[in-house]
């Protein structure tokens, strides 16, 4: 009997059968657990079904007629219960009500413990102050964790020394110069760099959008002539055409169409995510070609 020793509330659903017999009492165990409850003062609830209901369940073959001995028992047991807490129930839904109603009923009884949400166990001063401070360590615990967690992520996502390597390979860029009133660009001179020098002159010339054409002619100035030389000079037309397609396939750099300030239509270079950081990083790492 110690489960219901244990339990807040004893309900009993007495139906149409009186059930297995206890054989040195000669009582069901349904009953006994009954008069445990009642004898133990236990808060206790009962839904009797009607005879109507019981008649029914009979004629329906959902319940077997009750035996001679077994319904005089049952009928004596009915007498006991009606006597005291109940209900006659005469459908599963009086059933439902019935139990919602008499669990309503006990718990507003005065002495009920029951069972206690967390936040309504009372507690003295100091176990509510270390209650509290655990609680707000255990959500600076998961913050950090969160924090730690977007860190690595982000870390993960960056760019390493050694995705660098690729932009040591060298490079051989021709650049074409006019002078006075050259109509065309006559003088042509082969530099020798590297991507990484390239995309290093040209990163920062892209924090803002940088009109393509403007572009070309300062990184044609920077490596052949000086940046204040103020010499008309430009990247070949091909050569352009490869620089262009070496960085937007590393996805360092987008280029749309867009307006000038004068209203013309022209191409526009901006550095992406992935260009910013390469860009950080080729000034802040060294990265030296594998021994050959």
């Known amino acids: ?34 008069d445990f409850a009642v004898v133990n003062g236990m808060p206790h609830f009962a839904l009797v079904l009607s005879e109507d209901a019981v008649a029914r369940k009979e004629t329906a073959g959902l319940a077997s007629k009750t035996e001679a001995g077994e319904a005089a028992k049952l009928e004596s ?16 839904r009086d059933i439902k009500i019935g139990v919602l109603q008499s669990l309503h009923e006990i718990e507003l009884r005065p002495g009920l413990v029951g069972w206690l949400r967390s936040n309504e166990i009372r507690t003295d001063p100091v176990t509510a102050e270390q209650m509290a401070a655990l609680a707000d360590a255990n959500r600076r615990l998961r913050e950090s964790l969160e924090l730690a967690r977007e860190e690595l992520e982000t870390a993960a996502k960056r760019p390493r020394v050694g995705d660098l390597l690729p932009l040591e390979s060298p490079l051989a860029i021709t650049v074409e110069a006019r002078y006075g009133n050259m109509r065309s660009y006559a003088e042509k001179r082969t530099v020798n760099t590297t991507w990484r020098a390239l995309f290093s002159a040209m990163a920062i010339k892209l924090l803002a959008p940088t009109n393509d054409e403007t572009l070309n002619q300062q990184i044609a ?11 008309d000079c430009r990247v070949s037309e091909s050569d352009w055409e490869a620089v262009k397609a070496q960085f937007l396939s590393l996805g360092y750099v987008d280029i749309n169409y867009g307006a000038t300030v004068m209203k013309t239509g022209a191409l526009f270079w901006t550095l992406t995510d992935l260009g910013k950081e390469i860009g950080l990083l080729l000034r802040s790492a060294r990265v030296t070609s594998p021994a050959q």
């Open 77 to 92: 047991f009915r007498e006991k219960v009606l006597s005291k807490s109940s209900k006659i129930v005469d459908d599963p």
């Open 1 to 34: 009997m110690q489960w219901i020793k244990e339990s807040d509330v004893y309900l009993l659903i007495l139906g149409a059968r009186y059930g297995s017999i206890e054989p040195l009492t000669g009582l069901s165990y349904t009953e006994i657990e009954y």
């Open 221 to 231: 100035r920077e490596l052949e002539y000086g940046s204040d030389s103020g010499i």
